[in-house]
């Protein structure tokens, strides 16, 4: 009489350095977009991503490593998407979720200029405006404009619409309006545009 052989056990979760590494920042990007990072805790990643939590330490460190590594994933994704031409819908997703942790992250008193190592969306810009500009302090500070201003319309409209009375303007005119003045700011002699309307 044989004995039966037990079933062989079902891997449930990510297997091997780079499953477990891809479903922990996948989660906790997912969970820091949706909760903040300090509502977020490392049981919660581990949970969601079915990685145990000793590894997600194991691999990251601390939760400040680990907020770091999530916004480089981030980051990296985004670039990755936008330099293959990949879907309208899945970049907007990206960069809502990237936006969301690097403004959850800054609102939770992380510091995420220095947790973060690249930035490769500002970098990509800066690559393409810096060569217009005689000066690459102006250049630069042009760049910042801009992401702020994108940054600004991105977690304020609903404020921006009702403050300054643009609810009746649809969606297409506001995200027109900003794409145009984006692109007046990234222009040589904005500043100084702006500078002398100022003064008048």
Known sequence: ?????????????????????AA???????????RGVSATSIRDIA????VNHGLIYRHFGT??????AVLDHLGTRLTTLLDNGGPADEIELNMDRHMRVMARAL????????????FPGVTRLLDEVL?????????????????????????FEPFLRSSAGLD???????R????????????????????AAAAD
């Open 24 to 34: 922990a920042l996948s989660a906790a990007a997912e969970l820091f977009a949706e």
């Open 131 to 155: 060569p217009r500009f005689d000066d690459e302090r102006a250049g630069r500070l042009a760049v910042a404009n801009a992401v702020a201003l994108k940054l600004g319309w991105r977690f």
């Open 176 to 195: 027109n309006a900003v794409g145009a003045e984006v692109a007046r700011i990234l222009e040589p002699g904005a500043a100084a545009d702006q500078s």
């Open 168 to 174: 009746p303007i649809s969606d297409g005119e506001v």
């Open 63 to 68: 939760k400040e490593q680990l907020v770091g």
């Open 107 to 118: 609102l939770d008193g992380y510091p995420i200029g220095q947790l973060q190592t690249r």
């Open 1 to 21: 009489m044989t004995t039966p052989t037990p079933p062989a056990k079902v891997a449930t979760g990510p297997v091997g350095k780079d499953e477990v590494v």
């Open 47 to 50: 949970a969601r991503s079915k």
